[in-house]
């Protein structure tokens, strides 16, 4: 059933004993894009179809299954299975218990604690130094 191949079935049946590498190299793009054209996971566009055209010699077959594979129709609406309804979503307050920083005493975010205690120690030290490390 040569009519029913996809496009990466096509890509790789045209590639034959060439690595990805090779024909990503003939085509100017990357080996990763040829593997999920392949795999189909990317869908190409017009340029890409018509550089691995140029790279593996296709004759028009690359071409031929690209427009194939546009033409199939996407699934009717009514076949899907209604979408359930989003629960609701919790907004964290920046003071929220579960969404601040509350690391101490009366909810005073840790990095504040840890700089008011550092400057507090330099403060000690200054005075029992008579030095002053600070402005």
């Not at 793009?29 to 189909?40: D, F, H, R």
């Amino acid at each position: 059933m040569v009519g029913e191949e996809t496009f990466g079935q096509v890509l790789r049946h045209l590639r034959g004993n060439r690595t990805l590498g090779a024909v990503a190299n003939a085509a100017g793009i990357s080996t990763s894009y040829v593997y999920k054209l392949e795999n189909g996971q990317r869908k190409p566009t017009r340029t890409v179809v018509e550089a691995l055209e140029a790279a593996t010699n296709a004759q028009g077959a690359l071409i031929e299954a690209s427009e194939r594979n546009e033409n199939k129709s996407a699934p009717n609406a009514e076949i899907l299975p209604p979408i359930a309804p989003l629960s609701p979503v919790r907004t964290l307050d920046i003071n929220d218990q579960y969404g601040g920083d509350r690391g101490g005493r009366h909810g005073t975010p840790t990095a504040v604690r840890a700089s008011r205690q550092c400057w507090n120690r330099r403060l000690r030290r200054d005075r029992s130094t008579g030095t002053r490390s600070h402005d």
